[in-house]
């Protein structure tokens, strides 16, 4: 199975590289993958109608197109409406709309991708060990998906001595995915996605 993947930032390109394989680590002489990053969230809602029309020609082809963007300080279920219309107004079945046979999975980090990593507190003591790794018990941290203040201020935040300049994302995106281990994830967006992408080889 071919899978594409469609993601708003190149941070979550440094991500998906490690976490992809060692999501579907038992099925990996079953699919292929790309990821196609776009710069910022608006660039990829522009380009995706015009993205998704093209695999239109790929009706032969066992594939699938994954696409993962940040919900940020939007209304959940009006994003998601959204990336679903962009879908079907291409001529594309999504996994919500026609369960049983579909080619696109639309996917939302809630709030952001780095919630994934707060989800994942082991993974970034891992790549950072000066960080406390008793964060995840203290309740501004204990629901990754809820953390107030935006997850990558958060996330700066605690690698300040790391990242002194400021976060840098494709950086810290690399050094913690390379740590997490997604069965353990406590991020229930994360969680989604994986259970999405595993039901694919179900």
Same mark, same amino acid.
């Given at each position: 199975?071919?899978?594409?993947?469609?993601?708003?930032?190149?941070?979550?390109?440094?991500?998906?590289?490690?976490?992809?394989?060692?999501?579907?680590?038992?099925?990996?002489?079953k699919f292929e993958y790309e990821i196609y990053p776009f710069p910022g969230k608006l660039a990829l809602l522009r380009n995706l109608p015009n993205r998704l029309k093209t695999y239109r020609h790929f009706?032969?082809?066992?594939?699938?197109?994954?696409?993962?963007?940040?919900r940020d300080d939007e209304d959940c279920e009006e994003l998601k409406r959204r990336i679903e219309r962009i879908a079907l107004e291409a001529?594309?079945?999504? %996994?919500?709309?026609?369960?049983q046979h579909f080619q696109v999975i639309n996917r939302i980090a809630i709030e952001?991708?780095?919630?994934w990593f707060?989800?994942?507190i082991?993974?970034?003591?891992?790549?950072?060990p000066r960080v406390d790794p008793?964060?995840? %018990?203290?309740?501004?941290? %204990?629901?990754?998906?809820?953390?107030?203040?935006?997850?990558?201020?958060?996330?700066? %935040?605690?690698?300040k001595f790391y990242h002194p300049g400021g976060l840098e994302k494709i950086r810290a995106a690399t050094d913690i995915s390379h740590h997490m281990e997604p069965e353990r994830n406590r991020s229930n967006s994360f969680q989604v996605f994986r259970n999405a992408l595993l039901d694919l080889f179900d």
């Open positions: 199975m071919l899978l594409h993947f469609y993601v708003e930032e190149a941070s979550a390109e440094a991500a998906l590289v490690e976490l992809v394989p060692r999501i579907l680590q038992d099925y990996t002489d009706s032969d082809q066992d594939w699938r197109v994954i696409v993962l963007i940040d001529g594309l079945a999504t %996994r919500s709309s026609t369960p952001e991708l780095e919630a707060f989800g994942d082991e993974a970034v003591v891992a790549a950072y008793d964060i995840a %018990r203290q309740a501004a941290y %204990r629901d990754p998906d809820a953390i107030r203040g935006g997850t990558w201020e958060q996330l700066e %935040r605690i690698l």
